[in-house]
């Protein structure tokens, strides 16, 4: 059983970091593909970032490229979204999510979800992040 459990999250300056952490229970994420996403009020859900438990593909929104930065912990118990470099329209609701990586042709894993990209079928209930200007 998968269930994501997200931290990290609160009130930072513009120009601040925050770290967001995934953890599922103190069991590993592997072998899946695990997303951060957000949505702000009145906007679409976004997604960020995506790490490959199984190996070091990573893949991140135009959006974030540069600032912000998906890894995991050696144990795969955790995987972690370093935020640098906010700004006010960061501010939303940060989910983690994973998903059943795609082992045909494609990307394994995909900041979008659902089609084209792969199905994200377990979700946390989310941090809020507030950035201040």
């Known amino acids: 059983q998968v269930q994501p459990v997200e931290s990290g999250g609160g009130s930072v300056q513009a120009g601040g970091s925050l770290k967001l952490s995934c953890t599922n229970s103190g069991y590993s994420f592997s072998p899946n593909c695990v997303g951060w996403f957000r949505q702000a009020p009145g906007k679409e859900r976004e997604g960020l970032a995506v790490?490959?438990?199984?190996?070091?593909?990573?893949r991140y929104s135009d959006s974030v490229k540069g600032r912000f930065t998906i890894s995991q912990d050696n144990a795969k118990l955790t995987v972690s979204l370093q935020m640098n470099n906010l700004t006010p329209d960061d501010t939303a609701m940060y989910y983690c999510a994973a998903g059943a990586p795609n082992y045909g042709p494609g990307d394994t894993c995909t900041v979008r979800a659902g089609p084209p990209g792969i199905t994200y079928n377990y979700w946390g209930h989310g941090t809020r992040v507030t950035v201040s200007s």
């Open positions: 790490i490959y438990t199984e190996g070091s593909s990573r």
